[in-house]
């Protein structure tokens, strides 16, 4: 016997032997980790658009700071993640 035969492997799909269908096999840690990456990822979002959208509100209060090539950039920037989160 190899070395290969004689190891377990895991195998994320679990056998149903009644139909001989494979199904995903989901546990409770599995589904609570996939809820947690869900609700970061809400945070960034909403993080992420409430923070670009407070820049460019300050930016055109300010329209002087607007003659600065670099904030001219930072502000393009701004509008455009606004723009792909939505």
């Known amino acids: 016997?190899?070395?290969?035969?004689?190891?377990?492997?895991?195998?994320?799909?679990r056998n149903n032997s009644s139909n001989g269908?494979?199904?995903p096999a989901l546990d409770d840690h599995s589904l609570q980790a996939e809820a947690r990456?869900?609700?970061?990822?809400?945070?960034i979002a909403v993080l992420s658009f409430?923070?670009?959208?407070?820049?460019?509100?300050?930016?055109?209060k300010k329209p002087t700071m607007l003659k600065r090539p670099?904030?001219?950039?930072?502000?393009?920037?701004?509008?455009?993640?606004?723009l792909t989160g939505l």
């Open 50 to 60: 409430l923070l670009n959208s407070l820049f460019c509100v300050i930016m055109m």
């Open 21 to 23: 269908v494979s199904t």
């Open 37 to 43: 990456e869900a609700a970061m990822f809400g945070l």
């Open 1 to 13: 016997m190899s070395k290969m035969d004689t190891q377990s492997t895991f195998s994320p799909l």
């Open 70 to 82: 670099r904030n001219i950039l930072l502000f393009s920037l701004a509008i455009t993640d606004l």
